[in-house]
Nanobody
Framework: QVQLVESGGGLGQRGGSLPLSCEASGRVFLVYEMGWYRQSTGMQRELVAT???????NYADSVKGRFTITRDNAKHTVYLEMNSLKPEDTAVYYC???????????????WGPGTQVTVSS
Protein backbone atom coordinates (compact mmCIF):
# COMPACT_ATOMS: atom_id res chain seq x y z
CA GLN A 1 0.00 0.00 0.00
CA VAL A 2 1.08 3.54 -0.82
CA GLN A 3 -0.49 6.65 0.65
CA LEU A 4 -0.14 10.35 0.03
CA VAL A 5 -0.78 12.47 3.08
CA GLU A 6 -1.14 16.23 2.75
CA SER A 7 -0.61 18.71 5.55
CA GLY A 8 -0.85 22.46 5.83
CA GLY A 9 -3.43 24.68 4.22
CA GLY A 10 -6.28 26.17 6.19
CA LEU A 11 -7.20 29.85 6.27
CA GLY A 12 -5.00 32.52 4.74
CA GLN A 13 -5.35 36.21 3.99
CA ARG A 14 -5.11 38.08 0.72
CA GLY A 15 -1.44 38.77 0.11
CA GLY A 16 -0.36 36.27 2.73
CA SER A 17 1.38 32.92 2.58
CA LEU A 18 0.53 29.31 3.31
CA PRO A 19 2.68 26.21 3.04
CA LEU A 20 1.54 22.76 1.93
CA SER A 21 3.41 19.49 2.16
CA CYS A 22 2.69 15.96 1.04
CA GLU A 23 4.53 12.80 1.98
CA ALA A 24 4.37 9.51 0.16
CA SER A 25 4.48 6.63 2.60
CA GLY A 26 4.05 2.89 2.71
CA ARG A 27 5.62 0.54 0.18
CA VAL A 28 7.35 3.28 -1.79
CA PHE A 29 10.28 2.24 -3.95
CA LEU A 30 10.65 5.11 -6.44
CA VAL A 31 8.81 8.40 -6.78
CA TYR A 32 8.74 10.06 -10.18
CA GLU A 33 6.76 13.20 -10.91
CA MET A 34 4.99 14.83 -7.96
CA GLY A 35 2.54 17.68 -8.14
CA TRP A 36 -0.29 19.72 -6.77
CA TYR A 37 -3.73 20.16 -8.26
CA ARG A 38 -6.70 22.12 -6.99
CA GLN A 39 -10.44 22.08 -7.35
CA SER A 40 -12.75 24.97 -6.55
CA THR A 41 -16.46 24.52 -5.94
CA GLY A 42 -18.22 23.76 -9.18
CA MET A 43 -15.00 23.70 -11.18
CA GLN A 44 -12.86 20.95 -12.66
CA ARG A 45 -9.66 19.90 -10.97
CA GLU A 46 -6.74 21.86 -12.42
CA LEU A 47 -2.98 21.66 -12.41
CA VAL A 48 -1.16 23.96 -10.00
CA ALA A 49 2.43 22.81 -10.26
CA THR A 50 4.54 19.72 -10.86
CA UNK A 51 8.13 18.75 -10.18
CA UNK A 52 9.94 15.75 -11.61
CA UNK A 53 12.66 13.64 -10.03
CA UNK A 54 15.29 16.01 -11.48
CA UNK A 55 13.51 18.97 -9.81
CA UNK A 56 12.33 20.43 -13.09
CA UNK A 57 9.17 22.37 -12.43
CA ASN A 58 6.02 23.34 -14.28
CA TYR A 59 3.45 25.90 -13.11
CA ALA A 60 0.00 27.00 -14.08
CA ASP A 61 0.05 30.54 -15.43
CA SER A 62 -2.26 31.62 -12.61
CA VAL A 63 0.32 30.82 -9.92
CA LYS A 64 3.62 31.58 -11.69
CA GLY A 65 5.75 33.92 -9.64
CA ARG A 66 3.62 33.38 -6.53
CA PHE A 67 3.83 29.64 -5.77
CA THR A 68 6.97 27.53 -5.48
CA ILE A 69 7.05 23.74 -5.66
CA THR A 70 9.99 21.78 -4.28
CA ARG A 71 10.66 18.22 -3.25
CA ASP A 72 12.83 16.20 -0.90
CA ASN A 73 13.58 12.91 -2.61
CA ALA A 74 14.98 11.31 0.53
CA LYS A 75 11.73 12.01 2.38
CA HIS A 76 9.45 11.30 -0.60
CA THR A 77 7.88 14.67 0.12
CA VAL A 78 6.69 17.51 -2.08
CA TYR A 79 6.12 21.04 -0.86
CA LEU A 80 4.12 23.99 -2.15
CA GLU A 81 4.91 27.43 -0.82
CA MET A 82 2.00 29.72 -1.67
CA ASN A 83 2.72 33.45 -1.51
CA SER A 84 0.77 36.57 -2.48
CA LEU A 85 -2.44 34.63 -1.96
CA LYS A 86 -5.60 35.69 -3.73
CA PRO A 87 -9.22 34.80 -2.91
CA GLU A 88 -9.35 32.90 -6.20
CA ASP A 89 -6.72 30.51 -4.81
CA THR A 90 -9.44 29.14 -2.54
CA ALA A 91 -9.84 25.45 -3.34
CA VAL A 92 -9.21 21.94 -2.17
CA TYR A 93 -5.58 21.18 -2.97
CA TYR A 94 -4.65 17.62 -3.94
CA CYS A 95 -1.24 16.02 -3.97
CA UNK A 96 -0.46 13.69 -6.88
CA UNK A 97 2.48 11.41 -7.58
CA UNK A 98 3.67 8.68 -9.91
CA UNK A 99 5.09 5.98 -7.67
CA UNK A 100 6.64 2.58 -8.20
CA UNK A 101 5.67 0.54 -5.13
CA UNK A 102 8.08 -2.06 -3.74
CA UNK A 103 7.62 -5.34 -5.51
CA UNK A 104 5.21 -3.87 -8.06
CA UNK A 105 5.75 -4.45 -11.78
CA UNK A 106 4.84 -0.91 -12.83
CA UNK A 107 4.30 2.65 -11.70
CA UNK A 108 0.90 3.77 -10.46
CA UNK A 109 -0.59 7.24 -10.10
CA UNK A 110 -1.76 8.23 -6.62
CA TRP A 111 -3.84 11.05 -5.16
CA GLY A 112 -3.97 12.43 -1.65
CA PRO A 113 -7.33 13.04 0.06
CA GLY A 114 -7.03 16.81 -0.37
CA THR A 115 -6.63 19.74 1.98
CA GLN A 116 -8.77 22.87 2.04
CA VAL A 117 -7.20 26.26 1.40
CA THR A 118 -9.39 29.29 1.97
CA VAL A 119 -8.15 32.80 1.25
CA SER A 120 -10.12 35.65 2.76
CA SER A 121 -10.34 39.04 1.17
Amino acid sequence: QVQLVESGGGLGQRGGSLPLSCEASGRVFLVYEMGWYRQSTGMQRELVATVNSDSQTNYADSVKGRFTITRDNAKHTVYLEMNSLKPEDTAVYYCNADILPRGAPRTNNYWGPGTQVTVSS
